[in-house]
C-alpha cells in the first residue's frame, strides 16, 4: 500500500498529476487544491496517498496535506460520497470551510461542490455533524464556538454577530474564527455591536 510519494513533478492533467518516483510516474487524482499547491514541473513534491484497489484498476489519490485526505476519508463515509464527489468538496472547500459548514449546517455551502445536490448536501452535513476533525486549517477553539453555533448553544450575542459577519460577505469560517478569538479574550458576555465592532477589526487586520 501507497501511503506518501516523495519525487519530481512530471505533468499535469486536468484532474490528476504524474509523480516521477526514480524514474516511475505515478498518476496520482487530486483536488485542484492540490493540483494549485504543487511545484512546478521538474520540482520536488511530497504528496500523502490513498490506495483504491478493484478488480480492473488500481488508483492512487494524492493530498498535498494529511487533515486533506483526512476530510477525503470522512466525507467518503456518507452514503452517495465517492472519490469523484469527494474530490470536487475538496476542490470548492478547505478543510476549515467545509469544518464550519459541518458545524453550522450549512448545505448550501457544501452545495458549492461539483456533484453535490441539494439532498447529497443535507446528508454531508447532518451524518458528519459531530464527526469533523481538528486539523492545522482550524483551531480547537473556533470548533468549539461553531459546534455551539450548530447546536443553537451559542450566546445570541454571538450568533447574531456571526450572522451580521457573514451578511458583510465574511464566510461564516471566517466570522466563526475571528469571533471565538474575541470570546477567548473577552468572554461571552460583550454586547453584540462591540462583537461585530471587534470582529471586523480582526478581519480587516
Known amino acids: 500500500m501507497i501511503g506518501k510519494l516523495k519525487g519530481l513533478v512530471d505533468s499535469f492533467g486536468d484532474d490528476f498529476a504524474l509523480i516521477d518516483v526514480g524514474g516511475v510516474c505515478y498518476e496520482i487524482f487530486c483536488s485542484s487544491r492540490t ?17 483504491f484497489v478493484r478488480e480492473d484498476m488500481i488508483r492512487l489519490y494524492g493530498f498535498a496535506t494529511e487533515t486533506e485526505k483526512a476530510w477525503f476519508h470522512l466525507l467518503m463515509t456518507v452514503q452517495g460520497v465517492g ?31 461539483n456533484g453535490v445536490g441539494p ?48 451578511n458583510l460577505g465574511y464566510s461564516s469560517a471566517q466570522a466563526s474564527a475571528a469571533l471565538a478569538r474575541i470570546v477567548a479574550q473577552e468572554g461571552d458576555t460583550i454586547s453584540t455591536e462591540r462583537l461585530i465592532r471587534l470582529g471586523l477589526r480582526e478581519l480587516s487586520s
Not at 493540483?35 to 490506495?51: D, H, K, N
Not at 453550522?104 to 461542490?113: E, F, N, S, Y
Not at 452535513?125 to 448553544?153: C, H, M, S, Y
Open 35 to 51: 493540483l494549485q499547491a504543487l511545484p512546478r514541473v521538474g520540482e520536488a513534491c511530497v504528496v500523502f496517498i490513498e490506495t
Open 83 to 113: 472519490a469523484r464527489v469527494a474530490l470536487g468538496i475538496l476542490s470548492a472547500l478547505s478543510p476549515a470551510e467545509i469544518s464550519s459548514a459541518i458545524a453550522l449546517q450549512d448545505k448550501a455551502m457544501v452545495g458549492r461542490a
Open 119 to 166: 439532498k447529497l448536501a443535507v446528508r454531508i452535513v447532518t451524518e458528519l455533524k459531530g464527526k469533523v476533525p481538528a486539523g492545522p486549517g482550524i483551531d480547537a477553539g473556533t470548533l468549539g464556538l461553531q459546534a455551539a453555533l450548530g447546536e443553537g448553544r451559542a450566546a445570541g450575542n454571538v450568533s447574531d454577530a456571526v450572522s451580521a459577519l457573514t
